[in-house]
């Protein structure tokens, strides 16, 4: 079992940064993606980022270059830094750990809110 925390959402203008902090605890050894998802309103939800154990990163077009994610083995933690937010990037943002595809643990999201 895997726990995640959420942390650093809220509200932001356009063009503005936030960075979102997911704290990991329990088997971590047992993971091998970490993700951010994101959900707006009457969406579905999609994968923003993720970053795997090799550390190879992958990003959704709508958000490269202006969003990074990264981790501190040390503290156990994955980051989400997003910059340039946009009103589209309104969304409750999600942690995600996955063990093997298609199975993992999911935080209990943060939301995200950019005004125009």
């Known amino acids: 079992q895997v726990q995640l925390v959420e942390s650093g959402g809220g509200l932001v203008q356009t063009g503005g940064s936030l960075r979102l902090s997911c704290a990991a605890s329990?088997?971590?050894?047992?993971?091998?993606?970490m993700a951010w998802y994101r959900q707006a309103p009457g969406k579905q939800r999609e994968l923003v980022a993720h970053?795997?154990?090799?550390?190879?990163?992958n990003y959704a077009d709508s958000v490269k270059g202006r969003f990074t994610i990264s981790r501190d083995n040390a503290k156990n933690t994955v980051y989400l830094e997003m910059n340039n937010l946009k009103p589209e990037d309104t969304a409750v943002y999600y942690c995600?750990?996955?063990?093997?595809?298609?199975?993992?643990?999911w935080g209990q999201g943060t939301q995200v809110t950019v005004s125009s």
């Open positions: 995600n750990a996955e063990f093997v595809p298609g199975v993992g643990s």
């Open positions: 970053i795997t154990r090799g550390g190879r990163l």
């Open positions: 329990g088997s971590i050894f047992s993971i091998n993606v």
